[in-house]
Each structure stands twice: as C-alpha cells, then as structure tokens.
C-alpha cells in the first residue's frame, strides 16, 4: 500500500473561503509601473539639477540598494547549503529581492553613461594619472574601463543567473513538491557560495 503526502500549500480560497481580499488582480502590477515611472521622473530630476554631486549620490545609493539585493542572494544559498529547515517561510521574500538584479544592471547604466566624470578620472583616465604615483601605475592593468566593464558583465552575469536558478526550482518545487529539488540545491549552492564570494570580492 503506497501513500501520498501533498507537499504544496492550499490555495487561501480553500483555507478561507469567506475571506475576500481586497487587492484586485492586475492592481499590484499596476502600481508597480506607477512607482517606476515615478522613479524615472525623480532620477531625471537629479540628474538635471544635480551638478557634480548627482554621481557621487548615485553610487552611494546604488551601492545601497545593490548590497540589498546581494544579501538576499546570500541568504537564499546560505540556507540551502547548511539546509536549513527554520527559513522556509523567508526564504520566498529572499528569493524575490534577489529577482531584482536585473532591473539592478539596467540601474547601472547611469554609472555607465557618467563613467567620465571626475568621480572615477583619477584611475579610469590615464591622463589624470600622476606618473610619479607607483603603486596607482602597477595598477592599471585592472583599474582601467575595459576591464572595469568585463568584470561588471561577468559579475551581473553570476549573479542573475543564480538568482534565477534558486527562485525558479523553489517555484516548480511549489507545484510538483518534490524534495528532490531541495537537495539539488542545497548541492549548487556550495560552488554558487564559492562564485558569488569571489564576484563580490572582484
């Protein structure tokens, strides 16, 4: 005689047929764009009335936020490899902030766009270069735009792709509630540990 165990949660309808929730669908999405759209506008108005100091804010606050999503990355891999069964409930929200890396490499573009200004001229540009500073010379082989560039490709690369990886198998674990998916994971996130602490360090 065999048995089966439903692994995946009820629906709320069927937890709580009485209940009726007071978000419509598509609502969310709507006020998401609305926050975008809200966000552009402000970032414009920065940028246009900042002057000089609009970049350095910028890398301050981009920073910021891209540690934020990074973090929920780390926590998502952490808890797989030490498999830990408290997180379960967390681990979605998580999973979620770390989906935002995306939208972070599209955020990266006005690094991209002022990589001229002052703010990073003093080893991105070899003509502001002081020729008597050694140890900035014996440098150049990595702090120069190219290679800046290729290690933010390579980076974001790592990065999104395990993000996508962990939230994608713990949504299919969602629907078939295979345990099997639990203990793939806990097995990637050893070597994506390894990965994101080496691109982070970079």
């Known amino acids: 005689m065999t048995s089966t165990t439903q692994l995946t949660a009820p629906r ?3 937890l709580a047929p009485h209940v009726v929730t007071r978000v419509k669908a598509g609502e969310l999405s709507r006020a998401q764009w609305l926050l975008i759209a809200t966000g552009v506008v402000i970032l414009a108005a920065a940028w246009a009335t900042g002057g000089e100091r609009f970049y350095f804010s910028y890398l301050a606050g981009y920073v910021g936020v891209l540690g934020i999503s990074l973090g929920g990355l ?3 891999m952490l808890q797989h490899v030490v498999r ?3 997180s379960v409930s967390l681990r979605r929200l998580a999973e979620n902030v770390a989906a935002t890396l ?12 002022g990589f001229g200004h002052p703010l990073f001229a003093h ?11 050694t140890v900035l ?3 150049q082989g990595y702090l120069n735009p190219t290679f800046f560039f290729v290690r933010v490709a390579a980076c974001f690369l790592v990065w999104i792709a395990l993000a996508w990886l962990f939230r994608s198998a713990s949504l299919r674990q969602d629907e078939s509630g295979d345990p ?4 793939r994971l806990s097995r990637l996130a050893a070597p994506g540990l390894l990965l ?3 691109t982070v360090t970079f």
């Open 196 to 198: 994101f602490a080496l």
């Open 102 to 113: 995306p939208f972070q490499l599209l955020l990266f573009l006005p690094i991209v766009v």
């Open 180 to 183: 099997a998916i639990s203990l």
């Open 123 to 133: 080893w991105a540009d070899p003509a502001h270069v002081d020729p008597n500073d």
């Open 12 to 14: 709320l309808e069927e």
């Open 84 to 86: 830990a069964g408290w």
């Open 74 to 76: 780390f926590f998502v």
């Open 137 to 139: 010379l014996g440098k």
